[in-house]
């Protein structure tokens, strides 16, 4: 039986009971169609590959010659050339010590601001805030693991000393030979610089790749799922206002109420802030890419950062009972 229509519109009540009686293959079909591939994570490692190139051909970025520098300067470089070369290439640039060094507080951030703003239909709430945290979880036991603590040493520096890395003493004495110091037992990167020394010899796993690209895809991916869920499209505050008026009260609950001026504002905004720490997330990826680690340590880290991502949001394309616990794309 047609819907019927009030003013020549259908309401949204009856539209949403059109839907029920719709197949579910079609449904499920128009959900997953235009959904982001996980071929889009090739994107990041056509940054660092651009990143590296730029390294090898500019003569900024190339390193200066041995013999220009005092004996035992060369070695002791934490990057292949004097950080006065560019302002990013030495790690004490604003955007590394306030950003990158609290990356994953203001990821945190920027996805409680989403979830915050977003409002799903009443009736899917709950589903949608208890896998969206999930997915949070997941992904930041991943970075805690890797990063700070994976019960003792962090992963990066496991793997660092499991390669042969070791701390070495960085103190220089009047005759500007190291003074003797036993800094083999040291097992992490911090407890090694507290000591005023510095690894040396090792595998080090990128933790800058790996932290900027999970947090810029994990965002992205996030920010797509809330505005798919959620039970208002996004319109500017004036639009929204616009919209609300031509509303019946009846379908305004029918799609869980609508917003305000001020809070759509709020909704808006904290999705600039989302796209601001992507945009500084792939920015200093291109930075690290160019100044600091092997292409080795920096393919390292992005697997790591691959890995945990497919596992949050594209293995349950073959694990459905993992998507019905996790949700995802």
């Known amino acids: 039986m047609p819907a019927v229509q009030r003013n020549g519109r259908i309401t949204a009540t009856q539209e949403k009971q059109q839907e029920r009686t719709?197949?579910?293959?079609?449904?499920?079909?128009?959900?997953?169609?235009?959904?982001?591939?996980?071929?889009?994570l090739l994107v990041y490692p056509v940054v660092l590959a651009l990143g590296s190139?730029?390294?090898?051909?500019?003569?900024?970025?190339?390193?200066?010659?041995?013999?220009?520098?005092?004996?035992?300067?060369?070695?002791?470089?934490?990057?292949?050339?004097?950080?006065?070369?560019?302002?990013?290439?030495?790690?004490?640039?604003?955007?590394?010590?306030?950003?990158?060094?609290?990356?994953w507080f203001w990821t945190t951030l920027a996805f409680v601001l989403l979830q915050i703003t977003t409002r799903p239909p009443p009736a899917s709430a709950l589903k949608h805030y208890v896998q969206s945290t999930l997915r949070y979880g997941l992904v930041t036991i991943s970075w805690f693991l890797t990063t700070q603590w994976c019960f003792g040493?962090?992963?990066?520096?496991?793997?660092?000393?499991?390669?042969?890395?070791?701390?070495?003493?960085?103190?220089i004495n009047t005759t500007g030979l190291k003074e003797a110091m036993d800094m083999t037992t040291i097992a992490s990167g911090p407890a090694c610089k507290a000591a005023g020394g510095e690894w040396r010899g090792g595998h080090d796993i990128s933790g800058h790749v790996f932290m900027l690209a999970l947090s810029s895809a994990f965002?992205?991916?996030?920010?797509?799922?809330?505005?798919?869920?959620?039970?208002?499209?996004?319109?500017?505050?004036?639009?929204?206002?616009?919209?609300?008026?031509?509303?019946?009260?009846?379908?305004?609950?029918?799609?869980?109420?609508w917003e305000s001026e001020?809070?759509?504002?709020?909704r808006i905004w904290s999705r600039?802030?989302?796209?601001?720490?992507?945009?500084?997330?792939?920015?200093?990826?291109?930075?690290?890419?160019?100044w600091f680690h092997t292409w080795t340590e920096k393919l390292s880290g992005l697997f790591i950062?691959?890995?945990?991502?497919?596992?949050?949001?594209?293995?349950?394309?073959?694990?459905?009972?993992?998507?019905?616990?996790v949700g995802g794309l």
């Open 53 to 103: 190139l730029f390294a090898f051909l500019s003569p900024v970025a190339s390193p200066p010659p041995a013999e220009s520098l005092a004996p035992g300067i060369t070695s002791d470089l934490n990057v292949p050339h004097f950080h006065s070369t560019n302002y990013f290439a030495g790690k004490r640039n604003i955007i590394n010590v306030y950003f990158v060094k609290f990356g």
């Open 272 to 290: 600039y802030f989302l796209y601001a720490v992507v945009v500084l997330d792939f920015w200093m990826l291109m930075m690290t890419a160019i």
């Open 153 to 171: 040493p962090a992963l990066v520096d496991r793997s660092f000393t499991i390669t042969g890395g070791h701390c070495e003493p960085q103190l």
């Open 22 to 40: 719709q197949p579910a293959t079609s449904s499920s079909m128009t959900s997953t169609r235009h959904r982001p591939s996980a071929y889009l």
């Open 262 to 266: 001020s809070v759509a504002m709020v």
């Open 305 to 325: 950062a691959a890995g945990t991502l497919w596992g949050t949001y594209f293995v349950g394309d073959f694990i459905p009972q993992w998507r019905e616990i």
């Open 219 to 257: 965002l992205l991916y996030e920010i797509y799922i809330a505005d798919r869920e959620s039970a208002h499209p996004s319109v500017s505050p004036r639009a929204a206002a616009a919209v609300a008026h031509d509303m019946t009260e009846e379908e305004r609950k029918a799609v869980g109420g």
